[in-house]
């Protein structure tokens, strides 16, 4: 029987028709007019973005307030894809030019996506001193193991025995361990995830975007057309299903312990999560302290 009470279903859905162009979700947070992207199918980069939109949707933080910088490299095209204030800078310099933007305008949340070989070789020196100094940072490092834009090359983060450009007969060097780097140079915030795991890395991205200081992000991510083909290591589809055998879930592990070995375990997790003062908090505090009421602090551009 009709009830004229209720609105009958066709009336409050929208049935799209084939002929409708519907507009992507994220459509509003892409420059759309730079697609098609540079990314090799099945890359891992491509998630990480979808987490970093998704994350900073889910933080609520207004879009005028967050600007985005990467250096060079495949992950470093992150930056140039997002329709938000974001800057491709040079090679290793992503992280100054996001601390000059931080205390340029002290209202602006920064975040730096880029690669391990971006952030942790030739930018390696800038990312321990930011850390050193609690710069209102949040930096994503996308590690695939290996220098991919440039065709493959061992960096500080390829494992023992991984094969690479420069490494034919495998790599010997020891790498970092990207955590344990980040806490000891002095991050408050440190996660690590692969890009299997979205929906967790998502709510890390969200979790440091809201953190005030330096907070680090590590994402394992799969360089199919580089690292995995040297290593016979398979498609990206192939390392997700990797991951998903070999990630374990540990949070709050001590980071001294989280060290990647050659296809073995990852552990993946929150590992810190503290409160410091920021750069500016404590400069600002300091020279209070010491020139009293002639101490004027700097408020940014609109002051
Ligand atoms: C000063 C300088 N040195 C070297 C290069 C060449 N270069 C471009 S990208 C890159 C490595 C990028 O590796 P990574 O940050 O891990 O990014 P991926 O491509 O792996 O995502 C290098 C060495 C450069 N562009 N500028
Ligand atoms: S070379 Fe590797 S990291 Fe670069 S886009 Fe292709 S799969 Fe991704
Ligand atoms: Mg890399």
Redesign the pocket.
């Known amino acids: 029987m009709n009830n004229p009470d209720v609105q009958p279903l066709t009336d409050t859905l929208h049935i799209p028709q084939p002929e409708e162009e519907l507009p992507h979700p994220m459509e509003e947070f892409l420059r759309t007019e730079r697609l098609p992207h ?3 199918s099945t ?1 891992g ?1 491509g998630t990480v973005i979808t987490a970093f939109i998704t994350g900073l949707q889910k933080s609520g933080l207004e879009r005028e307030k967050v600007a985005v910088v990467s250096g060079i490299g ?1 992950s470093g095209r992150a930056a140039g894809y997002l329709r938000l204030d974001s800057f491709h800078s040079t090679h290793g310099r992503a992280i100054p030019f996001a601390t000059g933007l931080a205390l340029g305008n002290p209202e602006l949340k920064l975040v730096v996506i880029s690669g391990d070989g971006d952030i942790i070789a030739i930018g390696g020196n800038h990312f321990i001193h930011a850390a050193r100094r609690n710069i209102n940072l949040s930096i994503i490092c996308i590690n ?1 193991f290996n220098y ?2 440039t065709g493959g090359q061992a960096g500080p983060t390829t494992p023992i025995e991984a094969n690479a450009s420069t490494a034919p007969y495998g790599c010997y060097e020891f790498p970092f361990n990207l955590p344990h780097l980040a806490e000891s140079s002095g991050a408050v915030y440190v996660a690590r995830w692969t890009s299997l795991h979205i929906r967790r890395l998502t709510n890390s991205i969200s979790e440091a975007l809201l953190k005030p200081g330096f907070s680090f992000i590590e994402v394992i991510s799969p ?4 690292y995995a083909r040297r290593n016979r290591l398979g498609t990206g589809l192939d390392l997700m299903r990797f991951y998903h055998d070999n990630a374990k879930i540990k949070h709050g592990t001590d980071t001294r312990k989280l060290d990647i070995e050659y296809q073995d375990e990852i552990i993946v997790g929150k590992f810190l999560d503290k409160d410091k003062p920021t750069f500016l908090e404590k400069r600002d505090d300091f020279l209070k302290s010491k020139l009293g009421d002639k101490f004027v602090p700097y408020m940014g551009p609109k002051a």
């Open positions: 540079i990314w090799c890359c980069i495949c695939n991919a834009m360089c199919p057309t580089l």
